[in-house]
């Protein structure tokens, strides 16, 4: 039996990474895409006749079902009942459709004529499709971090997961760097979503190339031993989760760690604009360092994690960062654009310091046959703050934040930054409070990952 276990093609270093980087172009293409709208809230507001409550209420949108109808719990449910294979695709078909009905409303100018519900039909459909496309998306998420446990678990697991996450930060970049260029020079802001559209689409092809591989592992791990992973989930397992404090304390510093990230990065152009006054055309390239930079980082402390240890250490330092980050952002006469590209290059160090430990520390927690289930009510915890920050920030812009200059629009975003500065503030307590957790139920977080040749 064991020499049958270590010909597993998840020995193989080709297979093992080459599965990686098939299912991290599916979340490069998804991340992409939820990005895509980040950089037009401008053109929003002076082409499509937007307000920042609009594109708060929008950007909200993608957390609506993950939330109110617990797609996103029903997903990691769905996830470990009925496997990888059916999932992904599942999940990858849902992003395009979502992707669909968004193109069809940014498309389409004469929605904004007319009203759906009290609000902008434009922004209510667009905002309909977003939500549809997130309940793909997050579901993508926790498919993708169960198949890399799958393959990497006793391997370079903080590794692989941080190569992931880089690559999903590449697809941030990407739409940050490009959309308003894409969208200027096809003088349509419906042409950046239809690319990413495009993107979508051959994710989905790609994760139909990875099930091929999922079906060869799954039928070796067949002749060796029971794959307890996809078999022996049972409902039960919920409350073992949901009693687990130290998934509690990973899920709350989740929420609050991205909550400072996330939306801020919704907001970022506009704020490069109205605190930096960089130009429009080139204001999402500040931005746009913060993934880029993740990019090597995020590997390079996963590795750290994998070899030396030190996880809930590295979590408290990354929290710190944004912290930091988020204090000299709020101070109103600190606005020198060469500043804001260095705060950007170090806010990008703690973004990657803390999912390089977190992700691969929620396997240390919670056994592999709930994973799937964990990580969706992470996610569904996460969405919350997804859901809830941005359309906060945007009724703060509107109702206390806004002025008019030459008849359009000026924000001050020194409140919207004390506030991004108290998500940060509680992440670092709650990161602390997880290494307390993990010395008294020797989760193994300060230790190194098992990493074998």
């Keep these: 039996m064991t020499n049958t276990l270590t010909a597993s093609i998840r020995d193989s270093k080709v297979a093992r990474w080459g599965a990686l980087g098939i299912v991290s172009f599916t979340m490069m293409a998804a991340y992409f895409f939820t990005d895509v709208m980040s950089p037009l809230k401008t ?10 409550s609009d594109y708060g209420f929008f950007t909200s949108a993608y957390g609506w079902l993950n939330v109110f109808l617990l797609m996103l719990f029903f997903g990691g449910l769905i996830l470990d009942k009925m496997g990888i294979r059916f999932t992904g695709i599942g999940a990858a078909l ?13 498309s389409t100018p004469a929605l904004g004529q007319v009203t759906l519900f009290g609000i902008n039909s434009q922004v ?6 977003f939500a549809i496309f997130g309940v793909g998306c997050e579901v993508s998420g926790i ?10 678990k006793g391997h370079e697991l903080a590794t692989a997961m941080g190569i992931q996450v880089a ?12 959309t308003v260029p894409i969208a200027e020079a096809f003088h349509s802001i419906s042409a950046p979503i239809a690319m990413g559209g495009v993107a979508l689409c051959a994710g989905l092809i790609a ?18 031993v029971k794959d307890s992973t996809e078999e022996s989930f049972k409902m039960s397992d919920v409350k073992m989760i949901l009693t687990n404090k130290g998934f509690w304390l990973i899920a709350l510093l989740c929420v609050m760690f991205y ?6 990065l919704k907001f970022a152009t506009d704020f490069m604009v109205n605190k930096f006054h960089v130009a429009y055309s080139l204001a999402g390239i500040i931005p746009g360092i913060l993934p880029f930079g993740t990019i090597l980082l995020t590997p390079l402390f996963g590795g750290i994690y994998d070899k030396k240890g030190k996880g809930a250490t590295i979590m408290i ?5 944004l912290l930091f980050v988020h204090l000299v952002f709020t101070v109103p006469f600190l606005n020198n654009w060469i500043l804001a590209v260095a705060l950007m290059v170090l806010l990008g160090v703690g973004f990657s310091l803390v999912p390089s430990a977190m992700w691969p520390s929620v396997a240390k927690i919670i056994p592999e046959k709930q994973l799937g289930t964990a990580y969706s009510l992470i996610f569904l915890i996460q969405n919350i703050g997804l859901m809830g920050v941005p359309f906060l920030i945007g009724k703060v812009l509107e109702n206390y934040c806004k002025s008019f200059v030459d008849g359009k629009p000026v924000y001050d975003y020194t409140l919207v930054m004390a506030i991004f500065s108290s998500f940060a503030l509680i992440s670092i307590f709650v990161a602390i409070a997880l290494k307390r957790e993990d010395k008294k139920k020797g989760y193994g977080l300060e230790q190194k990952n098992a990493v074998e040749d």
């Design 43 to 52: 053109m929003l507001e002076t082409q499509n006749g937007w307000d920042s």
């Design 259 to 264: 909550s400072c990230v996330f939306p801020f």
């Design 143 to 152: 498919t993708v971090s169960k198949v890399i446990v799958k393959w990497f």
């Design 317 to 321: 330092i990354g929290a710190c960062i």
């Design 167 to 178: 690559l999903a930060r590449v697809g941030t970049a990407f739409a940050l760097f490009f």
């Design 207 to 224: 994760f139909f190339i990875y099930n091929s591989m999922d079906r060869k592992l799954e039928k070796q791990d067949s002749l060796t």
């Design 94 to 106: 849902v992003m395009v459709i979502g992707a669909g009905i968004k193109y069809y409303a940014i």
């Design 124 to 129: 209510m459909i667009a905002s309909i499709g």
